[in-house]
C-alpha cells in the first residue's frame, strides 16, 4: 500500500502483493513499485499489510517504511521484474518462507497467494484495510516454453524459459509467491500477464533452471507471470497430471475375475506410483547435485549478480541467490 502526500493531503493506492524472504527483506515486482503507469517517488512512504485473522491473535499487523528512496529502502531489479524492501533492523518474530532452489517440471501442483482486487474504505477520515482479502489458488504446471519475458508494466528482449499454469486467479497478486502445494517452499513470485485463451485465463512463469546449464552448475528457480484474465471455465483440475491410460486387461476367459486396468483403483495406485517415483527422482538429484558441488568446489550459482550483468555475460539471472544475499 503506497501513500503519497499531495497537498494538505494524502492519496492511498493499493499496488499488489509481496512476502518476507528474511525477517528484514521483503519480495514484491518492479512494476508494482515503479511499474509505467505507477512510478515510484523518493519520499513515497509503503504500508505492508497482514490482515489475516490468526496472525498475532487476530490483530494483523502493518510494517510502515517512510521516506523511502532508491537504493536505500528499496532495490530495484527491473530486467527481473524484482524489487526488495529493506529494513536496517531484522523485525522481531516476523514470519517469512522458504525458498525452493530446484526446477518445477510438469505435473506437479502449485499454489499462489496473496491480496488481489483490494477494497480500500475510509471511515472518519481513517483508512480502513479489513477490506483487503487474502487469497489463495491452486493450479498444476501444464506446459514449459521459452518465451520473453512481455507485460505492459516493463518489457525485455530477453528469452528465458517459461511455464504455463491453468487455475484460478484474479488480477492483482502481482508480487505474491507461488509455492509448492506440497510442502509450501516458494519457487517464484507472480510477475505480469499474457494473453487470455479461449478456455480461459492462463498464468505461465519464467523457468528457474536454464535449460542448457541443467546439468550441473546453474541451479534455478521460476519467476511466475500472472494474468489479469476471466475466470476459468469449469473445474479447477486439481489432479495431478500423471498416467492415466485407459486399457484393459485381456486374460483367457477361464481367468476367475478379470481385472479392469481402467478401474477407479487401478487409476488411483497409477497415480500414487507415478508420484512416490517423481519424488524418488527429485531428491535423488538434488542429493547428487550437491554431491557434485562439494566434489567441485563450484559455488559460482551462488554468487548474485545484477540483472544487467547476466544478460551481458549471457547467463540467466537468478533472483532466488540475489534474494538469499540480500537476506543473509
Given at each position: 500500500?503506497?501513500h503519497?502526500?499531495?497537498?494538505q493531503?494524502?492519496?492511498?493506492?493499493?499496488?499488489?502483493?509481496?512476502?518476507?524472504?528474511?525477517s528484514?527483506?521483503?519480495?514484491?515486482?518492479?512494476?508494482?513499485?515503479?511499474?509505467?503507469?505507477?512510478?515510484?517517488?523518493?519520499g513515497?512512504?509503503?504500508?505492508?499489510?497482514?490482515?489475516?485473522s490468526?496472525?498475532?491473535?487476530?490483530?494483523?499487523?502493518?510494517?510502515?517504511?517512510?521516506?523511502?528512496?532508491l537504493?536505500?529502502?528499496?532495490h530495484?531489479?527491473k530486467?527481473a521484474?524484482?524489487?526488495l524492501?529493506t529494513?536496517?533492523?531484522?523485525?522481531?518474530d516476523?514470519?517469512?518462507?522458504?525458498?525452493?532452489y530446484?526446477?518445477v517440471q510438469?505435473g506437479p501442483?502449485?499454489g499462489?497467494?496473496?491480496?488481489?482486487?483490494?477494497?480500500l474504505?475510509v471511515?472518519?477520515?481513517?483508512?480502513?484495510?479489513?477490506?483487503?482479502?487474502?487469497?489463495?489458488?491452486?493450479?498444476?504446471?501444464?506446459?514449459t516454453y521459452?518465451?520473453p519475458l512481455?507485460a505492459?508494466?516493463?518489457?525485455?528482449?530477453?528469452?528465458?524459459p517459461?511455464l504455463?499454469?491453468?487455475?484460478l486467479?484474479?488480477?492483482?497478486?502481482?508480487?505474491g509467491?507461488?509455492?509448492?502445494a506440497?510442502n509450501?517452499?516458494?519457487?517464484?513470485y507472480?510477475h505480469?500477464?499474457?494473453a487470455?485463451?479461449?478456455?480461459g485465463?492462463t498464468?505461465?512463469?519464467?523457468?528457474?533452471?536454464?535449460?542448457?546449464?541443467?546439468?550441473?552448475k546453474?541451479?534455478?528457480?521460476l519467476?511466475?507471470?500472472?494474468q489479469?484474465?476471466?475466470?476459468e471455465?469449469?473445474s479447477?483440475?486439481?489432479?495431478?497430471?500423471?498416467?492415466r491410460?485407459?486399457r484393459?486387461?485381456?486374460?483367457?476367459?477361464?481367468?476367475?475375475?478379470?481385472?479392469?486396468l481402467?478401474?477407479?483403483g487401478?487409476?488411483?495406485?497409477?497415480?500414487?506410483?507415478?508420484?512416490?517415483?517423481?519424488t524418488?527422482r527429485?531428491?535423488?538429484?538434488?542429493?547428487?547435485h550437491?554431491?557434485y558441488l562439494?566434489?567441485?568446489?563450484?559455488?559460482?550459482?551462488?554468487?548474485?549478480?545484477?540483472?544487467?550483468?547476466?544478460v551481458?555475460?549471457?547467463?540467466?539471472?537468478d533472483?532466488?541467490?540475489?534474494?538469499?544475499?540480500?537476506?543473509?
Amino acid at each position: 500500500m503506497r501513500h503519497r502526500a499531495e497537498g494538505q493531503e494524502t492519496r492511498a493506492l493499493p499496488l499488489g502483493s509481496g512476502f518476507f524472504v528474511s525477517s528484514k527483506v521483503f519480495l514484491t515486482c518492479y512494476h508494482v513499485i515503479n511499474g509505467k503507469s505507477n512510478l515510484h517517488q523518493d519520499g513515497d512512504a509503503y504500508h505492508l499489510v497482514n490482515n489475516l485473522s490468526d496472525y498475532k491473535g487476530g490483530k494483523g499487523v502493518i510494517h510502515a517504511i517512510v521516506n523511502t528512496t532508491l537504493g536505500k529502502e528499496i532495490h530495484l531489479f527491473k530486467d527481473a521484474d524484482l524489487a526488495l524492501f529493506t529494513f536496517s533492523t531484522p523485525i522481531a518474530d516476523q514470519a517469512y518462507v522458504n525458498l525452493d532452489y530446484g526446477s518445477v517440471q510438469q505435473g506437479p501442483d502449485i499454489g499462489v497467494a496473496g491480496y488481489p482486487l483490494p477494497n480500500l474504505v475510509v471511515v472518519n477520515q481513517q483508512l480502513r484495510y479489513d477490506g483487503l482479502l487474502y487469497r489463495v489458488a491452486r493450479g498444476t504446471v501444464t506446459a514449459t516454453y521459452d518465451a520473453p519475458l512481455d507485460a505492459p508494466e516493463i518489457q525485455s528482449t530477453a528469452v528465458v524459459p517459461m511455464l504455463e499454469v491453468n487455475f484460478l486467479f484474479v488480477p492483482g497478486n502481482s508480487g505474491g509467491p507461488i509455492f509448492r502445494a506440497t510442502n509450501g517452499f516458494v519457487v517464484g513470485y507472480v510477475h505480469g500477464f499474457r494473453a487470455q485463451t479461449s478456455s480461459g485465463s492462463t498464468a505461465s512463469c519464467t523457468s528457474a533452471r536454464d535449460e542448457q546449464r541443467l546439468r550441473g552448475k546453474y541451479p534455478r528457480s521460476l519467476l511466475c507471470w500472472y494474468q489479469n484474465g476471466v475466470r476459468e471455465s469449469g473445474s479447477t483440475g486439481l489432479r495431478r497430471f500423471a498416467l492415466r491410460h485407459s486399457r484393459k486387461a485381456r486374460f483367457p476367459k477361464s481367468f476367475p475375475n478379470r481385472v479392469r486396468l481402467d478401474s477407479p483403483g487401478w487409476a488411483f495406485l497409477r497415480t500414487w506410483c507415478a508420484d512416490v517415483l517423481a519424488t524418488i527422482r527429485f531428491v535423488t538429484f538434488l542429493v547428487w547435485h550437491k554431491i557434485y558441488l562439494l566434489i567441485r568446489g563450484d559455488y559460482e550459482h551462488m554468487a548474485a549478480c545484477s540483472p544487467r550483468q547476466a544478460v551481458l555475460d549471457d547467463r540467466p539471472f537468478d533472483w532466488v541467490t540475489t534474494v538469499s544475499t540480500w537476506a543473509a
